[in-house]
């Protein structure tokens, strides 16, 4: 069992930036991959972006390329995401997760490419 805790979200204006971060526990050893999703109210969870947990080759979704990065420390067992210029669309509750195995980028893009989830962390970027 992989546990994963987000922290890092709140409120900020647009145009501004947050770090969230996403905390692993447990076997560690077994993560192949680490993505973000976001979850905006009445809307189906989408994918944000992930990364290889060794070598750490990166995708991202089209809405967030250029302003997020996600970036790993394994000796933490810590992911990030980085949100900079942030939009009132970017608002939702952002969700990290952790994958057991290898897969396509495209499939990697989907919610059942993951194992385990976190408990979300609350993103809301006001006008």
């Known amino acids: 069992q992989v546990q994963l805790v987000e922290s890092g979200g709140g409120l900020v204006q647009a145009g501004g930036s947050l770090r969230l971060s996403c905390a692993a526990s447990?076997?560690?050893?077994?993560?192949?991959?680490m993505g973000w999703f976001r979850q905006a109210p009445g809307k189906e969870r989408e994918f944000v972006a992930r990364i290889r947990w060794n070598g750490g080759s990166t995708y991202y979704a089209d809405s967030v390329k250029g302003r997020f990065t996600i970036s790993r420390e394994n000796a933490k067992n810590t992911v990030y995401l980085q949100m900079n210029s942030l939009k009132p669309e970017d608002t939702a509750v952002y969700y990290c997760?952790?994958?057991?195995?290898?897969?396509?980028?495209?499939?990697?893009?989907?919610?059942?490419?993951?194992?385990?989830w976190g408990q979300g962390t609350q993103v809301t970027v006001s006008s």
């Open positions: 997760a952790a994958g057991r195995f290898p897969a396509t980028i495209v499939v990697r893009t989907t919610t059942g490419a993951y194992d385990y």
């Open positions: 447990g076997r560690t050893g077994s993560i192949y991959a």
